[in-house]
């Protein structure tokens, strides 16, 4: 089944990425924006149906290699 | 005194650091990253480079490489581990040495020559060096050290801070910084200071006739320390 992983910067790290792109954005005439912050996702098929275990399979990835957790959070999603 | 250098998908100082590792005296052998078993060596090189592409996280791949077990088990030996530039961030994402390495502050490709102060002499590698102040190169895409606060404080707590951007006089301000680092760190060991990673390439200063001599003085005090 497919799962989804969202990794984003945490709330204290710098994101010169999502800084610009929000500069850009308020250039571009889109004035309502307090903060952009710029993330990753991944959609991983895993040779697992029951949810639970196959989400249990993502989070070991997001700990071990997808996600570095002095800098960044993850979310799972079940996706289908 | 022998060396290993690991050559990953995406390394491009490997072979630099090959010839000053000779040059001083070494005897090098390079190594695949696809290898299992790490040869004898009194020193592990983790090189500059880009490797894996720097796909997801700089280093995140490399770190996970079949030669890195060996790596990280020489190290938590005791073995002298260093990291430059790629390197370095291949050592963060093992967690042999703490924080990680963000993108430079201003988004930019830094490369040029800077000043690193020496804050920690009591270690293999900068043990008897006669100056404070060395002048190496950087040249880097994220080289902007972060951690968290408890990471810093234990981090100053160790004397984990190896060397830091600062001007030919020592002065460690926050206009010699280049790329936005904490506590304009360049480089910082593991507990024990046995393994090193940093974002200047001593490899790069090894060479009268293209470059200042400070990575020839490192290199030198670096072979006479581990004899």
């Known amino acids: 089944m497919k799962i989804s992983a969202i990794i984003t910067l945490k709330k ?50 997001c700990k071990k290699l997808l996600a570095n957790l002095v800098i960044e959070n993850y979310k799972i999603i079940e996706t289908q | 005194m022998k060396s290993s250098v690991i050559t990953f998908p995406g390394s491009n100082c490997d072979r630099d650091m090959d010839v000053a590792l000779k040059k001083f005296g070494f005897n090098n052998k390079m190594i695949w990253h696809g290898d299992h078993e790490l040869p004898k060596s009194d020193l592990v090189v983790l090189p500059g480079g880009f490797s894996y592409g720097d796909y997801l996280r700089c280093g995140s791949m490399a770190a996970k490489s079949k ?20 390197g370095f961030q291949i050592l963060v994402e093992t967690g042999l040495v703490p924080g990680v390495l963000l993108r430079n502050k201003y988004l930019e490709f830094i490369c040029k020559n800077v000043f690193v102060k020496i804050d920690n002499k009591d270690n293999p590698y900068f043990k008897n060096l006669n100056k404070k102040v060395l002048e190496l190169h950087i040249a880097h895409n994220e080289g902007n050290y972060f951690c968290t606060s408890e ?64 990575g020839s003085i490192f290199f030198k005090n670096l072979i006479n320390n581990i004899k």
């Open chain 1, 12 to 61: 204290d790290v710098l994101d010169p990425q999502g800084k610009v792109i929000h500069q850009t954005l308020d250039g571009m005439g889109f004035k309502d924006i307090n903060e952009v912050r710029q993330g990753k996702y991944f959609e991983i098929d895993v040779k697992e149906n029951d949810p639970k275990k196959a989400k249990s399979i993502v989070e070991d990835m």
């Open chain 2, 67 to 86: 030669i890195m077990n060996s790596v990280i088990n020489f190290a938590n030996s005791g073995g002298l581990v260093m990291g430059i530039c790629n």
């Open chain 2, 151 to 214: 990471q810093l404080k234990e981090i100053e707590d160790n004397d984990q801070i190896a060397i830091s951007y600062s001007n030919k006089d020592g002065q460690v301000e926050k206009e010699f910084n280049p790329n936005g680092s904490l506590k304009n760190i360049a480089g910082i060991f593991n507990k024990k200071k046995n393994v090193l990673g940093m974002m200047p390439h001593p490899e790069r200063m090894i060479d009268k006739s293209l470059s200042s001599e400070d």
